[in-house]
């Protein structure tokens, strides 16, 4: 028997094991089904490293259910991974004493809690961080903890221009919802303005076990499930929390502690795969560090300034965004905005052939640990398409990159990379 | 309480123990084989779409004369700029346009080239990987092409605090002196290199004598024929480093100053370490670990549990895949207010843990070292390369189980004893802004 064929029959073994009996094999690796309290699963499982990768997603409005509190999401998440558990330790004391290493990841519209932890403790922290987030208990320790840690990380964004420019961006081009406001508090005020019973009840209500996904990958398997004894039962997963773009959205320009300049457009939604996949392969094909046309040109004109560009596949829509730093932004934003007029026109097909191949090793490079993997499931499932996610064996993600061809690559350039909205970043002077 | 005290208690303080290795999956070890002399290691994983090759060769800084500084970068980094295929094109493209990277580190004994391609064009890319080694095209334009690559990193690399600081260490505590030199050489050094010396060079060291193939990944379409096969590409012969010996500085103090074109200084300190085949090696990992922990504690802000500029600025990294060993604690003086401070404070504790019996239970920091271990070798590329330093230089090239189970065996008085034997007196690398001094 080969070992792929061995794999599978302990996948199969491990699936009789569970406690839920709705497992389906999506792929001889890769399963998924329902959690036994409330809630979706996928095992991605990988017995050669010796990490295991365990993500808990959910939908949920960053600025509130009617998105009055911005930052709300981010104290919630952050003091429910803070709050003792019956244990008395939290989930991210419990982490770290492991081993492992606890992100909390707030956008506009989801929220992921990202843990990488050696195996061996792979069942204990599953059990953990359901607990935490399934049955949050928030109390006044836990959000004070999550007001300091808003409080540093939004002091931090002020000196990360990619980030900030983000924020702004996306303010500019969504009128209403959630990504009309920044993630993250901008202000003490605006945090100490949410009061400990609001982030408990949105805690309660953003963390339900039916609104939530769990990712497990790495050295993982379906044993771990038996760990999840919170929930709140069987049940929907909230609609997704889509923002709606400005109808005529304008550039701005606005002063902060560092310079730089953003550029965004509006994409597709995530259900059009071919749309949203081209629009990853021009954000490599341009923009991927040390490979991209536009990286390149940059670092053979020895400019300083740094872009960044990638598609941001939400569930509708989606957001084409380039942030520019560093000294000589304006040239290297004419750079950009150059690259894209020359877009328009297809590539040769030599080119494009041999561009589209380094995309799909680029896509399998940046999801070959379990890590990456674990955010790429947990990611493209909130977003409404789980078989989507980059990376993934049978999905439907390799089958839309090579159904790319360059006339319809110039077309998505036309239809969705027009002018964009723009935003000036500019230094305020320094006294020091 | 203060940093130090804060430092100092944390030796002592009881923590909840843990034990966590006793139930660890065990990850399957690399296979090893030996094909007409060429050693290969292979790990299949089944989940990966990708396939990663490291081939090692005999052919890094200690073949290298001093006035030869760069030599063996400029060789490797012709080897990625030779035109293959057809239409033929520098191999760094030729691989990308299949669907893959390829690139090159220098080591003190080897060069490595790293390729990595999806799983169906792997014998392809290999097999112009291949092309490339066994005939590098040392005309005027490639190398030249070469050297202006490698003049461009080393000015990349000059912005980079901790590189330069590193570089200077290295220098300092290599046994040979040519196996300390800047991995990239200098642009005045690459500038005396021509085609001749690399043709040169190429025909003395790239030999098949000692040349190891470790593969990761999905494997069904390369056998061990064809991962030989890159071996066979090189001529037959062992070579033997070039013995450049030079006497040892003599001085008071055990600093190194340089200046550069950065914003804020930073602040190095490095300790000699145990290679893998050392009964410290898992003590060291543990102690790394525990080092880690407490001066990133030293510098994080207060209450704030996700990682900061601050937390961020401080590290201590045990380098077991470079010879000789080292444990390395940096502070990087621009993200934290007073990194004099912290630096002084992470020496102490380094101190301490030399002088003191440790108090209380170490699980968490063992715990915190098999995490950091594991998740440090997840990569194909990272893959590859331990099984290769594992297999060089231990008995077996299974590098995580034989890590896990070191770590799992440390006791109290093992990482005492390492602390004691390693950690004497550092050699201090300080990387300053330019216009600054000591003082500032």
Request: glycine residues 8%; proline residues 6%.
């Amino acid at each position: 028997m080969s070992v792929r064929g061995l794999l599978f029959s302990a996948a199969l073994v491990a699936a009789w094991s569970l406690p839920a009996g709705n497992a389906t094999a999506e792929s001889a690796l890769q399963q998924s089904g329902a959690l036994p309290h409330g809630g979706a699963y996928v095992i991605d499982p990988d017995t050669t490293v010796a990490s295991a990768a365990i993500g808990l997603w959910f939908r949920a409005p960053g600025a509130g259910y009617d998105d009055s509190t911005p930052g709300i999401a981010e104290l919630a998440a952050t003091a429910a991974a803070v709050a003792p558990l019956a244990s008395g330790k939290s989930l991210f004391a419990l982490v770290h004493s492991v081993g492992g290493e606890l992100n909390v990841e707030v956008y506009p519209d989801i929220v992921g809690i990202a843990t990488v932890v050696p195996a061996s403790a792979a069942r204990r922290v599953v059990a953990a961080i359901t607990a935490a987030y399934y049955a949050p208990s928030v109390d006044e320790v836990a959000v004070k903890t999550a007001r300091a840690n808003a409080a540093v990380l939004g002091v931090q964004q002020r000196y990360e221009a990619d980030a900030t420019l983000h924020d702004l961006l996306f303010k500019q081009i969504f009128a209403t919802g959630p990504a009309h406001y920044p993630p993250l508090p901008v202000s003490v005020a605006e945090i100490t303005s949410i009061s400990t019973a609001q982030i408990g009840a949105f805690a309660k209500r953003a963390f339900r076990s039916e609104n939530s996904f769990l990712a497990l990958s790495g050295n993982v398997d379906a044993s771990s499930l038996a760990a999840v004894t919170d929930g709140g039962g069987p049940g929907r997963m909230d609609p997704p929390y889509d923002s709606t773009p400005a109808a005529s959205p304008a550039s701005a320009t606005t002063s902060a502690l560092i310079g730089g300049i953003g550029l965004a457009w509006i994409g597709p939604p995530i259900t059009d795969e071919k749309a949203s996949t081209a629009l990853d392969f021009i954000a490599d094909y341009l923009f991927r560090e040390e490979t991209g046309v536009v990286t390149r040109e940059l670092d053979q004109s020895a400019s300083d300034a740094a872009v960044v560009g990638q598609f941001i596949t939400l569930h509708d829509p989606g957001v084409m965004v380039v942030t520019i730093g560093g000294d000589h932004a304006d040239q290297a934003r004419d750079r950009v905005l150059g690259a894209l007029l020359a877009m328009r026109t297809p590539m040769d097909a030599q080119t494009f052939n041999a561009a589209r191949e380094a995309f799909l090793y680029h896509v399998a490079s940046d999801t070959q640990t379990p890590q990456e993997r674990a955010d790429n499931l947990g990611w493209y499932d909130v977003e409404g398409d789980p078989g989507y996610a980059p990376g993934i064996v049978d999905g439907t993600y390799g089958r839309s990159v090579r159904s790319l061809d360059p006339a319809y690559v110039a077309d998505v350039v036309k239809h969705y990379l027009a002018t964009p909205v723009v935003v000036n970043m500019q230094a305020k002077e320094s006294s020091q | 309480m203060n940093f130090v005290r804060r430092a100092a208690a944390a030796l002592s303080v009881a923590l909840l123990p843990v034990t966590l290795l006793g139930g660890a999956p065990t990850v399957l070890p690399p296979s090893s084989d030996t094909v007409a002399g060429t050693t290969v290691l292979q790990q299949i994983d089944a989940a990966a779409s990708l396939a990663g090759i490291t081939l090692v060769v005999r052919a890094g800084l200690d073949r290298q004369t001093m006035k030869q500084n760069g030599l063996a970068a400029l060789v490797a980094e012709t080897i990625v700029k030779t035109p293959v295929g057809t239409p033929p094109m520098p191999l760094e493209d030729a691989v990308a346009a299949r669907g893959g990277s390829v690139r090159f580190t220098v080591d003190p004994g080897d060069v490595r080239f790293y390729v990595e391609a999806l799983a169906a064009d792997a014998p392809a890319v290999l097999e112009l990987l291949r092309a490339a080694i066994a005939a590098p095209d040392f005309s005027p334009a490639t190398v030249r092409a070469a050297r202006a690559a490698l003049t461009q990193e080393i000015a990349a690399s000059q912005q980079v605090a901790l590189q330069v600081g590193l570089d200077m260490l290295n220098a300092v505590s290599s046994v040979q002196a040519n196996a300390g030199l800047p991995e990239l050489g200098t642009p005045a050094s690459l500038a005396d290199l021509f085609p001749a010396d690399a043709a040169a060079f190429y025909r003395a060291y790239y030999r098949r004598g000692g040349v190891l193939v470790s593969a990761a990944g999905q494997l069904d379409a390369l056998s061990t024929a064809t991962l030989s096969g890159l071996a066979g590409a090189l001529p037959l012969g062992t070579t033997s480093p070039v013995t450049v010996h030079v006497a040892a500085l003599r001085g008071t103090t055990r600093e190194i100053v340089a200046h550069r074109d950065i914003s804020s200084p930073w602040l190095i300190a490095q300790y000699p370490a145990p290679m893998v085949d050392n009964r410290d090696f898992g003590p060291m990992l543990v102690l790394a670990a525990f080092l880690r922990r407490t001066i990133s504690d030293i510098a994080q802000v207060p209450g704030v549990v996700s990682p900061t500029f601050a937390s961020r600025s401080v590290g201590a990294v045990y380098v077991y895949d470079r010879v000789p060993s080292s444990l390395v604690i940096y502070v990087n003086g621009g993200l934290i207010g007073n990194p004099s401070r912290t630096f002084a404070t992470a020496l102490s504790v380094v101190n301490v843990l030399a002088a003191t019996t440790l108090q209380g239970s170490i699980e968490e920091f063992k715990a915190e070292a098999a995490g950091d271990f594991a998740d440090n070798a997840t990569t194909l590329e990272t893959r590859t390369w331990l099984a290769a330093v594992f297999s060089r230089e231990s008995t077996s090239p299974d590098f995580i189980n034989h890590a896990l189970t070191a770590i799992a065996a440390t006791t109290p008085a093992d990482v005492q004893r390492a602390a004691r034997t390693y950690l004497g007196n550092p050699t201090i690398a300080l990387v300053l802004p330019r216009g600054t001094n000591l003082q500032d």
